[in-house]
C-alpha cells in the first residue's frame, strides 16, 4: 500500500523522529498520517508536500475540532491547490495554513515543524523550525 498511517495505538512521534520517506510524498499528493504529542496529549497530524515542500500540521480543522482528511490521507481539494475540511469545506492555503475561504476564514491550522533530510521527512524541535 506504501501509505503509513497512524493508528490509534501506534506511539506519538517526537522531534527527531522519521515521520515518512520523501518519496512517500508527491505534489498535491496524499498525505501521511502520523500522531504527535500536543498539549499533553497525543493528536492526530499529517504532512503533504506543496510547492516543492513538506509541510505538516495537526489534523483539526480550525472552525470545529474535526479531523481534515475526506479520506484517510486524502487532504487536497480537487485541484490540488487547497487543503480542505471534509465536514464543512473550509479551505486552507497549504504553505501558510491560513483558511482562505469557509466558516474559520483568517484563522489557521497548527503547523508541526518537520524538515526533509537523508531521504525522509523529520520531525524537527520548535526551535529548529524558526
Same mark, same amino acid.
Given at each position: 500500500m $506504501?501509505? /503509513?498511517?497512524?493508528?490509534?495505538?501506534?506511539p506519538a512521534l517526537h522531534p527527531g523522529d522519521s515521520v515518512c520517506a520523501s518519496n512517500q510524498l508527491q505534489e498535491g499528493g496524499r498525505g501521511v498520517r502520523f500522531l504527535?504529542?500536543?498539549?499533553? $496529549? #497525543?493528536?492526530?497530524?499529517f504532512v503533504v508536500r506543496h510547492a516543492g515542500r513538506a509541510l505538516a500540521y495537526l #489534523?483539526?480543522?480550525?472552525h470545529k475540532l474535526v479531523?481534515?482528511?475526506?479520506?484517510? $490521507?486524502?487532504f487536497f481539494d480537487t485541484e490540488r491547490r487547497?487543503? /480542505?475540511c471534509s465536514t464543512h469545506g473550509a479551505m486552507y492555503d497549504p504553505a501558510s495554513g491560513i483558511c482562505t475561504a469557509g466558516p474559520c476564514r483568517g484563522a489557521r491550522l497548527t503547523a508541526i515543524p518537520v524538515f526533509?533530510?537523508?531521504g525522509s521527512v523529520w520531525l524537527a524541535s520548535t526551535a529548529a523550525a524558526k
Open positions: $506504501g501509505q /503509513v498511517t497512524a493508528q490509534p495505538s501506534a504527535v504529542e500536543h498539549k499533553g $496529549g #497525543n493528536s492526530p497530524a #489534523n483539526r480543522c480550525a479531523e481534515l482528511d475526506w479520506q484517510e $490521507g486524502e487547497y487543503l /480542505v526533509e533530510a537523508d
